[in-house]
């Protein structure tokens, strides 16, 4: 069974503004291919302010996506058209106090609807430029599609790399594997394109040959002998220090992509003390974050290092 | 009415039988040796072990109790199979399975299809059968096995394994069944057969989990998954998980003693449901091949709704089922075995699994029966394909992300 919050359960067993409306003046219909389910969110929107007088919801779906219809309707009301649309799905799972990583989709598809809606008030035409594909990273709630994107696009070759760009694979490593088949995939169907898509933001860093671990997957004839190891450098206190700010930087496009961010508050020894930002303080994932930063850290000096939160900076310290 | 929780998860895990536990219970205890051991603490354990051996020979029919080899489950059972076929016959580099099997068997094979191997993967029509004339066709002698379930998990139905078997034979094909399901639901004389490996699992027969059994015809070529050992004849090498085998041991001999409950009373409480939740929810059908298949099995596709939603209020009543559902299983596709039959989003996803076991009874059944319409009803006004009464008769076609 999913491990649903409480708000979630109680969205679903008691859904509000679940039906259709009878008044309505703005419907937006969206359905996931992916997983199969559908959406129908209805609104009245009062056309002297713009702003939605009431909102219901229709839906096939699962408990959370049941949930996160409920929830968008309660967001929305009230709210001008505007305002409305800065809503990401991000503020939806929020009210929820979470969703599970597989569930995210469920929320975007709220958004989704409300953009629908929105644009068939506004007599637009709504296109949709999401595609989502299977689960590949649980910790980061990365899809298939993203990281092959992103592989295609960017020339990634190694899944270190991919988790430097999309985070699939920072926490828990299990699906090394499953990011390993779609670095495989992409390269047999002609390799990488080289040329940033307008949506991938790449950070601006230069890749390191793998110091550990997988060997690039290879273009079908030729297939090299993997990457030996290299002997990091060692590095002077400087060059460490900005060692430890590229790959800080590098990380935060990424973090920024889901409202959050990261500072460097203090290098002590082998401890990094961070302060996390935005979205990603009191994030579920707040946890695995950590520890995906501290592996990329790790991995580009070429020694262990911890990466703590600032608000462990006192106790660490003591305890020396 | 009572609102004790209800167990229709069956083809999930079952229960311990109470005798099965109290059966185990002293190899914890003072039955605590090792069976390779010379002296008497390994003897009785090791006595106990060839009783078991004993009990599940019976229940499956083999003709010599060396056939039965314990290991930890059908998912190890069913790799050691698949594998051994393989590194037995490397001139064979062929396999033939079906499009619904477990995904013990499906993952390993599409895994195996990386490493270069051929995999012929058995379509089903819409009641989930296979056509026999297909499978003909496939043997051939670059197969090295054929694996084909007994009965389907999610459906319940059938396949004519015997039948396949006697054919690959006649072919010079090993043949390896994923019985899981099957074993004490359906009779099975594996003597009198042509299958030369079954698959089956300890806790879906009321023993433990992590016990199972690969069934291994004697004079079939084999090479062990796991070596170091002596244990069970050097073809599943580690200690022997003693308390487990006995439970499984004691489980079939249970098993083969109910097996006319499971076909006759635990059949008609299955049929009670199903016809009762047909006749009640307009909009449902029962998915598979309702005419063959297990006793204690029955999928509803419920139209216009989704199972996950259907489980949570379900569960909220204490009442526990499965679901073909994408959304219960982490993947975003909806069960490939309902997908396989070909049926369509909308009913696949709102596919309920009811399964019985032997434990179940009449007023369990009836507080089912009266605790589902609602349910659906409920969730179907909430549904954009559903009107007031019925489906729209337009059909609701949302933009598709």
């Known amino acids: 069974m999913w491990d649903y919050t409480d708000k979630v359960r109680d969205h679903f067993f008691n859904p509000r503004n679940a039906g259709p409306l009878a008044d309505a003046n703005a419907v937006g219909e969206v359905g996931s291919i992916q997983c199969g389910d559908a959406l129908r969110l209805s609104l009245k929107v009062d056309p002297e302010s713009e702003r939605i007088l009431d909102a219901s919801f229709q839906t096939f779906g699962c408990g959370s996506a049941i949930a996160s219809s409920s929830a968008l309707t309660e967001i929305i009301k009230g709210k001008t058209l505007d305002e409305a649309l800065q809503i990401s799905n991000q503020n939806i799972a929020d009210f929820l106090d979470g969703l599970p990583p597989e569930k995210m989709h469920c929320s975007v598809m709220g958004r989704e609807a409300l953009q629908a809606a929105i644009a068939n008030y506004r007599g637009e035409v709504w296109t949709d430029d999401h595609e989502e594909g299977a689960m590949v990273c649980k910790c980061f709630a990365v899809d298939s599609v993203l990281i092959e994107n992103v592989v295609r696009a960017n020339g990634l070759t190694t899944v270190e790399q991919v988790t430097q760009y999309t985070k699939a694979g920072g926490g828990c490593s299990s699906c090394h594997e499953g990011i390993e088949e779609i670095l495989a995939k992409v390269c047999a169907q002609g390799g990488t394109e080289k040329i940033a898509a307008p949506d991938c933001a790449a950070p601006a860093v230069t890749v390191k040959p793998v110091t550990f671990g997988i060997p690039a997957p290879a273009a079908p004839p030729a297939h090299p002998a993997p990457v030996a190891a290299a002997e990091p450098p060692k590095l002077t206190n400087f060059q460490r220090m900005r060692r430890i700010e590229m790959v800080i930087e590098s990380i935060r496009p990424t973090l920024k992509r889901d409202h959050g961010d990261v500072e460097i508050v203090e290098v002590d020894g082998s401890n990094v003390f961070v302060r996390l930002q935005g979205a990603c303080v009191g994030c579920m994932m707040e946890h695995a974050t950590l520890g995906g930063i501290e592996q990329k850290l790790s991995e580009e000096l070429g020694e262990r290092v911890r990466v703590l939160p600032v608000s462990m900076m006192a106790a660490a310290r003591a305890s020396v | ?401």
């Open chain 2, 1 to 401: 009415m009572s609102d004790a929780p209800i167990y229709l998860d069956n083809n999930a895990t079952t229960a311990c039988d109470p005798a099965v536990v109290e059966a185990m219970l002293p190899f914890f205890t003072e039955q605590f040796g090792n069976p390779s051991s010379m002296h008497s603490f390994g003897d009785r354990v090791g006595h106990a072990i060839k009783t078991a051996r004993a009990q599940v020979q019976a229940l499956i029919g083999a003709e010599f109790d060396s056939e039965i080899i314990f290991n930890s489950c059908g998912t190890e059972s069913d790799t050691t199979a698949i594998l051994s076929a393989l590194k037995a016959q490397p001139e064979r580099n062929q396999i033939i399975t079906t499009a619904v099997e477990h995904p013990a068997i499906l993952s390993l094979c599409d895994y195996l299809e990386k490493e270069g191997y051929i995999i012929r993967r058995l379509g089903v029509d819409k009641r989930g059968r296979i056509d026999i004339d297909e499978y003909r066709s496939l043997l051939n002698d670059r197969v090295a096995i054929v694996s084909v379930m007994w009965a389907n998990n999610e459906s319940g139905t059938i396949f004519p394994v015997e039948a396949m078997a006697e054919l690959a034979r006649a072919r010079g094909i090993m043949f390896h069944t994923d019985a899981v399901q099957a074993v004490g639901k359906v009779p099975i004389d594996l003597k009198n057969s042509c299958i030369d490996l079954l698959s089956l699992s300890g806790h879906k027969l009321h023993a433990p989990k992590g016990i199972g059994v690969l069934y291994l015809r004697r004079n079939t070529r084999f090479r062990p998954l796991l070596r170091g050992g002596h244990q069970e004849r050097g073809r599943r090498a580690g200690t022997e998980n003693s308390a487990s085998i006995v439970g499984l041991g004691k489980a079939a001999e249970l098993a083969l003693a109910h097996l006319p409950v499971e076909n006759g009373e635990v059949k008609r409480l299955r049929d009670k449901l199903e016809k009762s939740i047909l006749a009640a929810v307009p909009h449902c059908f029962a998915t598979g091949d309702v005419k063959n298949r297990l006793p204690n099995t029955s999928s509803i596709a419920f139209e216009y709704v989704e199972g996950e939603s259907i489980l949570l209020l379900l569960n909220k009543l204490g009442i526990a089922a499965s679901s073909g559902s994408a959304c219960t299983s982490g993947s975003l596709e909806p069960s490939h075995v309902m997908r396989a039959m070909g049926i369509p989003y909308t009913a696949a996803h709102g596919a309920i699994r009811f399964s019985l076991s032997r434990y179940n009874t009449e007023e369990e059944i009836d507080r089912v029966i009266a605790a589902v319409p609602p349910i659906i009803e409920r969730l179907r006004k909430m549904s954009p394909y559903w009107g007031e009464n019925g489906p729209l008769d337009k059909a609701f076609a949302p933009k598709y992300a």
